[in-house]
């Protein structure tokens, strides 16, 4: 049986009759060599999610296995799209209760225990997304194989939603990879491609997709031993455990507060004292589930992962798909626009009015592929899709077209009566504008019902939000698609109303000016920064303002914000030329690309209600006014736009009050 040809012949397999009728989400099969083929295919859902019918179902196959001791079983997904996307965040609704918690990951911790300890060999065959829970029920098995391909990624990301990989994530993974590899997953939630998933041993092989299932049989009948850990890796994962602890709470102590992110700390705790057993902290511990779903991080993160699914929804009505894209304007905004597009697979023709402009593009584009598409083939092909194109031959065959020029009305003006004359009757026709009103921009249009906005963020390729303008005029079908388009190339949609600002820029401008004014009345830009981000903001509105440049600050606060004075020290600053990092000082001097920072001031209540308060109440008169349609679509836009600390939930959430005091946090 065990020769090379049997192996390689392709599995033949017939239905498990039996259990055939006996699931809803799982398909069973026996091949002539007597391995068992387990398929999900969650029933009613486009994506594979462990909830609790599939669990018990599982459970219920697996004790049938253990009775009956299969040669092997390799469990693979039914879905066009990935294999397990995690557990079914719609049953998180009650986990702050802590019986609630404490049940949830006894029923995947006590079931990928059973799995682990089967006498068979188990095999998971991963191809597209394996998180969470996928990746725990992955690791409890005795083999992974990984399909290469660019969609199978590896990720633990409970510590995003503020909680931790209690079904055996916390237990295994460390065994299988590190500590070194294991916790940066684990603390991160970062995901890994099939290549380095193999490469740090997370799973055994990585196979091209037309030999997968023929690779997870050779692998199972084949019965090879387990790959042992590098002899240091060995070491940190067990005797020297502390000292790996210890180096990992210094890293984690500079990226996240305890008290707004208890999470990562409960994970590495957990796996430091209790070899990732959730069960074995007291309630009071605040490495234990108790302690950790009664948090408010934890239900405000939830929301947040709400708050994501809802804008992704809203670019999945309909059925537009868009395969060519147009840019016009390859500077700042419209190279990172059209490298994005072309990294998600269109094939992008990117148009300026000399060579030397698109030049720096291209680029920029190059190196935005090799960071983040590693694969050098896959990169040189995003490469081939992003196309020259002084001429603007691209703009008869686009399906979507977007302008980036300068912020210029007449400019604009122009070009759109131009692009309507010239591009398809279906394509999307786009503006990045940050100032100009659709309205006004499509005067010269012979139906200006078709222009949008779309507003993306710099720098384009982090930046998740992309806001999606409606004028008066556009017509809610165009909008619909420009919805769908942002989707395909992987941001995230928020539909708002043609107003100054839009949603992001108008909500911030006003706590910047008033940051700035608290300059103006004595305060250290540093005390602000700290005040800012003891609050939870990624960045100081002060180290912001620098960074975007404060001749940009100066210009937008005047248009949004016309009838206030502008302030003093921000107006001397531009007078004199020092415009924040790109002349290498602004209201900091910058040295290699970080603001040279003094001792920051006291900060204290009074001071962050202070600096935060104009934020809250613009945020608030943006939906009284309909620039977005409701509460949460403006959190989710201002967390996703501007990095609204996200354990807070959002400004509109915070607002009302939800959040307790942390000294009310249980102990
Ligand atoms: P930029 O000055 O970096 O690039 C503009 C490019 O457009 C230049 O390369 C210029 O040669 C080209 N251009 C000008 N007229 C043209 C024409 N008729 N045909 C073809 N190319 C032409 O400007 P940036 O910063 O990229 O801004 C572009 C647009 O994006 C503006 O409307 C701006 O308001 C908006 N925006 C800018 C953001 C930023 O942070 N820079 C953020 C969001 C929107």
């Not at 490495?287 to 009664?294: N, R």
């Not at 196309?387 to 686009?398: H, K, N, S, W």
């Not at 415009?579 to 001792?599: A, C, D, Q, S």
Request: charged share 25%.
């Amino acid at each position: 049986m065990n020769d090379e040809n049997t192996l390689m012949q392709p599995a033949d397999a017939t239905n498990d009759a039996h259990n055939e009728a006996t699931y809803r989400h799982w398909r069973l099969e026996t091949d002539r060599d007597g391995l068992v083929w387990l398929t999900l295919d969650k029933a009613d859902s486009s994506t594979n999610t462990l909830s609790r019918e599939v669990l018990d179902e599982f459970e219920s196959i697996l004790d049938g296995f253990i009775a009956r001791n299969p040669r092997g079983l390799i469990i693979r997904s039914g879905k066009d799209k990935g294999f397990i996307a995690g557990a079914d965040v719609n049953e998180f609704s009650e986990i702050n209760k802590p019986e609630v918690a404490v049940a949830l990951m006894r029923r995947g911790w006590d079931l990928f225990n059973k799995l682990a300890a089967v006498r068979f060999p188990t095999l998971a065959l991963v191809r597209g997304f394996c998180m969470g829970g996928g990746l725990e029920l992955a690791l409890a098995c005795r083999y992974r194989i990984a399909v290469d391909d660019p969609s199978t990624r590896f990720a633990l990301p409970e510590v995003m939603l503020g909680i931790l990989p209690g079904w055996g994530g916390v237990k295994r993974i460390t065994g299988l990879v590190g500590p070194t590899a294991g916790l940066d997953m684990m603390l991160t939630g970062r995901a890994v491609d099939a290549r380095r998933a193999k490469k740090i041993g997370l799973v055994d092989a990585s196979v091209p997709p037309r030999v997968m299932e023929n690779s997870a049989r050779v692998m199972v009948l084949r019965g090879n031993p387990r790959r042992e850990l590098p002899f240091v890796q060995r070491m940190l994962d067990g005797p020297l455990r502390n000292v790996a602890a210890h180096f990992a709470l210094r890293e984690l102590e500079k990226k996240a507060r305890r008290e707004h992110y208890p999470a990562p700390y409960a994970i590495l705790e957990l796996w430091q004292k209790y070899a990732g057993d959730p069960f074995a902290p007291p309630p009071n511990d605040p490495a234990s589930i108790h302690y950790l779903v009664q948090h408010p991080t934890t239900l405000n993160l939830i929301r947040v992962f709400h708050l994501q699914e809802r804008l992704k929804s809203l670019g999945k009505s309909g059925d537009f798909k868009a395969e060519r894209v147009h840019v016009i304007g390859a500077g700042t905004m419209g190279g990172d626009i059209a490298a994005v597009c072309a990294m998600r697979g269109f094939t992008v023709t990117l148009q300026d009015m000399a060579p030397e402009r698109i030049a720096p593009a291209m680029k920029r584009a190059a190196e935005l592929y090799k960071r983040r598409i590693r694969d050098r083939l896959r990169a040189r092909d995003a490469m081939d899709r992003l196309i020259p194109d002084l001429a603007g031959d691209g703009i008869r065959r686009a399906d979507v077209i977007i302008e980036a020029v300068v912020e210029n009305l007449e400019v604009k003006q122009s070009l759109f009566a131009r692009l309507e004359a010239e591009a398809k009757p279906t394509a999307i026709l786009a503006t990045n504008t940050s100032s100009l009103k659709l309205a006004d921009i499509g005067a010269q249009m012979r139906d200006p019902s078709r222009l949008v906005g779309l507003h993306f963020f710099n720098p384009v390729p982090q930046m998740m939000l992309v806001e999606v303008v409606s004028g008066e005029r556009t017509d809610p079908e165009w909008a619909r698609r420009a919805l769908a388009f942002v989707r395909q190339i992987d941001k995230l949609p928020l539909p708002t109303r043609d107003s100054g600002g839009f949603l992001v820029n108008r909500v911030l401008m006003p706590y910047m000016i008033n940051a700035f004014r608290m300059v103006d009345e004595g305060l250290k830009p540093e005390t602000i920064d700290k005040a800012a981000e003891q609050f939870g903001m990624p960045m100081g509105p002060i180290t912001l303002a620098d960074t975007v440049g404060l001749d940009i600050c100066a210009v937008v606060g005047q248009q949004l914000v016309p009838d206030a004075a502008p302030p003093t020290k921000l107006a001397q600053l531009v007078e004199a030329g020092k415009l924040g990092k790109k002349t290498g000082e602004g209201f900091y001097r910058w040295h290699e690309g970080k603001p040279v920072k003094g001792p920051a001031g006291t900060v204290d209540e009074t001071l962050i209600h202070r600096l935060i308060a104009p934020y809250l109440e613009e945020a608030r008169r943006a939906v009284d006014e309909g620039i977005v349609a409701d509460e949460d679509l403006a959190d989710a836009g201002l967390i996703f736009g501007t990095g609204f600390a996200p354990f807070r939930g959002g400004p509109l959430h915070y607002a009302r009050g939800c959040i307790p005091d942390r000294d009310e946090v249980p102990a």
